[in-house]
Structure formats: structure tokens, C-alpha cells
């Protein structure tokens, strides 16, 4: 796979060490309680930074889908990169006087930078590598998702040494200097090499327009809304969840770490086997596994417990990492960006939606039911998708 494509190994090692930075995304709770104390907000109120973030994150996919195909990729990459770190600047520099400002700041304007750089990534890491494209996108939404296992730890320790405001600079020079650095490096190859890859259902090049009156759109939208749910209901809860199930604080941080190395391999062992069957087959797969480990949270204690919490992140990472090689299949790669950023629809209703409405079941027997329920309507969405593969293939055969 590399031996012969050194300069899309060099784009590929680059645009995942930007991916790394862009990944803070996922990484907003650790400042929670050190920005309500510091700004003297609610707790409520921080968090609701975290809803623009994601919702804006989606946006910001649609936006770089659209400029990637009118201005160099690295130069949205880069526009991207220094958004998310302008963003984070002055969120540390405003007056604690109007949470509205810091949405708009840390929420609105990095979340379209976080946003814009992934699916540039993503885009050039499947036209580089059109015969290993599970692969390579996986190595890049990994390091997106490995964000939270290293720069957890030490944004952590620096908030226990500095003042959230002068985190926040910290970051905001980092994520600065990565993106000179490597955001740069993100370029689409000279010659496109999107020919050679196998388009399954049409090889065609649909537009964003286009793909709203398909019902392949509909289903994946909502096959991403619903494979995402359970991370987004039990991950949240992981601290709390460990210590009523019998284990101690310190433990529930440990566990924490482990969902975030568990979604980085799922983004990046799980699309390997892209090659070997078909996407939708692996698709399905995830959603029963979600099902089956949500059902057991219901009850499990002790290692069986540890081993469901970390099947979710798995599932939701190899989902993360599947879903823009199915767009392709479907849809082209010429559009990707923003052909991904209208499924993403369903991400961003996952994200801010859903756990406010299973919440609202109050005990956590019955959201993890809600959510194994929801996984196991997610495989009706993709069975069809599956069904009309699989006869696709039997024709060409």
C-alpha cells in the first residue's frame, strides 16, 4: 500500500497528526467544571458549548465539501485549522459577561474549523489510496478519535497548573502551529486517481442536490443517526455508571481512557475488512453488536461490564470510519465532502438530540434498552442497502 505512494504515505502521516489537533472536539468535558467556575456560568450553560460545537462540526463538513472542489485542499485545510484556533483564542479573551459570545467563538466558529479540516482529510486520504481506502480513512478518523486518549491527559494537567483562559491560549498556539505544520501537507494527488475506485452502486458522480431525491440518502442518514445514539447515551455516563456499578472514581478515568483507545482502533482495524466484505455486511454487524452490548449493560458488573462499555466506542468508531467509504460507493468521491456533510445530518441529530430524549427515561436499565431497540431498527435501514449489493454483484457476476 505505501511502498509505491510515498508522497500520499508523507500527506497520509501529516494529515493525521492534524487530525489529532482537530479531534478536540471530543474533549470539551474536561473543561466543564474549570470554565463554570472560572466565568461563574452554570454547569448547564458550559455544556450547552459542546451541542454548537458538533452542530457546527456538521456544517463545517458541507462548507470544505464545496470549497475542496473550487480551491486547493490544503488551503481549506488550512483555512479550516485556523478558524478552530482563532475560535479558541478568543473564547479565552472575551469577558465572562455573555455565554452567547462563547458559543459563537469556542462553539460556532471552531466547530466549522474542526469541521472543515476533517472531511478534507478524509477526502484526500481515499484519493491517494483508492485500492486501500478503508485503511488509509481509517488511520485518519483513528487519530481524529486518538485525540481523547492524548490530549486528555495532559489539557488536564495544564488546567490543574494554569487558569482555563490561558488553556485555552495554549491550545489555540498549538493548534496554530499544527496546521502550518501539517495542515499544509493535506493535498488531493495531481492525477485523480478516482477512477480506479470501485464505485458500487451506480459510478456515478452525484451532487449534494442529486443525492436528496435518492432513498440510499435517507437510509444512510438514518443508519448514521442510529449507530451513533449509544455512544452518545452511555459514554457521557461512563464515570458515574463504573462507580454505581461498584467500581471506584479512580477507575471510571481509567475506563474513560479505555473508550477512547477502543474508538481509535474500531476507526481503524474494523474498515480493513472493507477489502473482504461488503460495507453494508459490516454495518449491520456494528449495529447488532451495539444491540447486544447495550442489552447487557442492563445488568453486566464487573469485566463483563468493561467489555460492553468498550464494545460502544468500537461500533461507533468503525462506523465513523465506514460511513464516507459507503457515501463514495454511492454517491462519487467528486462531492464527498458535502455529499457526507448532509448524511452527517443524522451525527449532529444523534449528538443533540437523542440523549436528551432517552434521558428523559430517567433509569438506566430502560436508556439502554431505548438503545439496543434503536441499533436493531438501524439494521432495517441497512438491510435493504445490503440486499440490493449483494444482487448488484450477482448481476456483474
Given at each position: 500500500?505505501?511502498?509505491?505512494?510515498?508522497?500520499?504515505?508523507?500527506?497520509?502521516?501529516?494529515?493525521?497528526?492534524?487530525?489529532?489537533?482537530?479531534?478536540?472536539?471530543?474533549?470539551?468535558?474536561i473543561f466543564v467544571l474549570p470554565t463554570a467556575n472560572s466565568?461563574?456560568?452554570?454547569?448547564?450553560?458550559?455544556?450547552?458549548?459542546?451541542?454548537?460545537?458538533?452542530?457546527?462540526?456538521?456544517?463545517?463538513?458541507?462548507?470544505?465539501?464545496?470549497?475542496?472542489?473550487?480551491?486547493?485542499?490544503?488551503?481549506?485545510?488550512?483555512?479550516?485549522?485556523?478558524?478552530?484556533?482563532?475560535?479558541?483564542?478568543?473564547?479565552?479573551?472575551?469577558?465572562?459577561?455573555?455565554?452567547?459570545?462563547?458559543?459563537?467563538?469556542?462553539?460556532?466558529?471552531?466547530?466549522?474549523?474542526?469541521?472543515?479540516?476533517?472531511?478534507?482529510?478524509?477526502?484526500?486520504?481515499?484519493?491517494?489510496?483508492?485500492?486501500?481506502?478503508?485503511?488509509?480513512?481509517?488511520?485518519?478518523?483513528?487519530?481524529?478519535?486518538?485525540?481523547?486518549?492524548?490530549?486528555?491527559?495532559?489539557?488536564?494537567?495544564?488546567?490543574?497548573?494554569?487558569?482555563?483562559?490561558?488553556?485555552?491560549?495554549?491550545?489555540?498556539?498549538?493548534?496554530?502551529?499544527?496546521?502550518?505544520?501539517?495542515?499544509?501537507?493535506?493535498?488531493?494527488?495531481?492525477?485523480?486517481?478516482?477512477?480506479?475506485?470501485?464505485?458500487?452502486?451506480?459510478?456515478?458522480?452525484?451532487?449534494?442536490?442529486?443525492?436528496?431525491?435518492?432513498?440510499?440518502?435517507?437510509?444512510?442518514?438514518?443508519?448514521?443517526?442510529?449507530?451513533?445514539?449509544?455512544?452518545?447515551?452511555?459514554?457521557?455516563?461512563?464515570?458515574?455508571?463504573?462507580?454505581?456499578?461498584?467500581?471506584?472514581?479512580?477507575?471510571?478515568?481509567?475506563?474513560?481512557?479505555?473508550?477512547?483507545?477502543?474508538?481509535?482502533?474500531?476507526?481503524?482495524?474494523?474498515?480493513?475488512?472493507?477489502?473482504?466484505?461488503?460495507?453494508?455486511?459490516?454495518?449491520?454487524?456494528?449495529?447488532?453488536?451495539?444491540?447486544?452490548?447495550?442489552?447487557?449493560?442492563?445488568?453486566?458488573?464487573?469485566?463483563?461490564?468493561?467489555?460492553?462499555?468498550?464494545?460502544?466506542?468500537?461500533?461507533?468508531?468503525?462506523?465513523?470510519?465506514?460511513?464516507?467509504?459507503?457515501?463514495?460507493?454511492?454517491?462519487?468521491?467528486?462531492?464527498?465532502?458535502?455529499?457526507?456533510?448532509?448524511?452527517?445530518?443524522?451525527?449532529?441529530?444523534?449528538?443533540?438530540?437523542?440523549?436528551?430524549?432517552?434521558?428523559?427515561?430517567?433509569?438506566?436499565?430502560?436508556?439502554?434498552?431505548?438503545?439496543?431497540?434503536?441499533?436493531?431498527?438501524?439494521?432495517?435501514?441497512?438491510?435493504?442497502?445490503?440486499?440490493?449489493?449483494?444482487?448488484?454483484?450477482?448481476?456483474?457476476?
Amino acid at each position: 500500500m505505501f511502498k509505491n505512494n510515498k508522497e500520499g504515505l508523507k500527506m497520509l502521516i501529516a494529515a493525521s497528526i492534524f487530525q489529532l489537533f482537530l479531534g478536540v472536539i471530543y474533549i470539551w468535558g474536561i473543561f466543564v467544571l474549570p470554565t463554570a467556575n472560572s466565568f461563574g456560568w452554570s454547569i448547564e450553560t458550559v455544556q450547552l458549548t459542546s451541542s454548537f460545537k458538533i452542530g457546527f462540526f456538521v456544517l463545517g463538513n458541507f462548507i470544505a465539501g464545496r470549497l475542496q472542489t473550487r480551491m486547493p485542499a490544503h488551503k481549506v485545510s488550512m483555512l479550516g485549522g485556523l478558524l478552530l484556533s482563532a475560535g479558541v483564542f478568543a473564547a479565552a479573551i472575551i469577558p465572562p459577561t455573555n455565554p452567547w459570545l462563547f458559543y459563537l467563538l469556542y462553539g460556532v466558529i471552531g466547530g466549522l474549523g474542526a469541521g472543515m479540516g476533517y472531511i478534507v482529510v478524509i477526502t484526500a486520504a481515499q484519493k491517494w489510496f483508492p485500492e486501500n481506502r478503508g485503511l488509509a480513512t481509517g488511520i485518519t478518523v483513528g487519530a481524529f478519535g486518538l485525540s481523547v486518549t492524548l490530549l486528555a491527559p495532559v489539557l488536564s494537567w495544564l488546567l490543574t497548573q494554569y487558569a482555563v483562559q490561558t488553556v485555552f491560549m495554549i491550545m489555540a498556539a498549538a493548534f496554530f502551529v499544527g496546521t502550518v505544520l501539517f495542515g499544509r501537507m493535506v493535498t488531493f494527488p495531481k492525477v485523480d486517481a478516482q477512477a480506479t475506485i470501485r464505485v458500487q452502486a451506480t459510478g456515478q458522480q452525484f451532487t449534494t442536490s442529486q443525492i436528496l431525491k435518492k432513498k440510499e440518502f435517507y437510509c444512510l442518514l438514518m443508519v448514521q443517526l442510529l449507530v451513533t445514539v449509544g455512544f452518545f447515551v452511555i459514554n457521557p455516563s461512563v464515570q458515574t455508571l463504573s462507580i454505581a456499578r461498584g467500581f471506584n472514581a479512580e477507575f471510571g478515568t481509567t475506563l474513560l481512557m479505555i473508550t477512547g483507545i477502543s474508538n481509535t482502533l474500531g476507526r481503524i482495524v474494523i474498515p480493513n475488512f472493507s477489502k473482504r466484505f461488503k460495507n453494508e455486511a459490516i454495518f449491520i454487524c456494528l449495529l447488532l453488536i451495539l444491540a447486544l452490548a447495550a442489552i447487557t449493560l442492563t445488568f453486566a458488573t464487573g469485566i463483563l461490564f468493561v467489555l460492553m462499555v468498550a464494545l460502544v466506542p468500537i461500533c461507533f468508531g468503525a462506523a465513523l470510519a465506514i460511513i464516507p467509504l459507503i457515501v463514495a460507493d454511492y454517491f462519487g468521491l467528486e462531492n464527498l465532502g458535502s455529499n457526507y456533510s448532509a448524511i452527517g445530518i443524522g451525527f449532529a441529530t444523534s449528538a443533540l438530540v437523542m440523549p436528551r430524549l432517552i434521558g428523559l427515561l430517567g433509569d438506566y436499565s430502560l436508556r439502554f434498552t431505548a438503545v439496543a431497540l434503536l441499533s436493531l431498527l438501524g439494521t432495517l435501514f441497512m438491510f435493504p442497502l445490503y440486499l440490493a449489493a449483494k444482487k448488484k454483484l450477482a448481476t456483474q457476476n
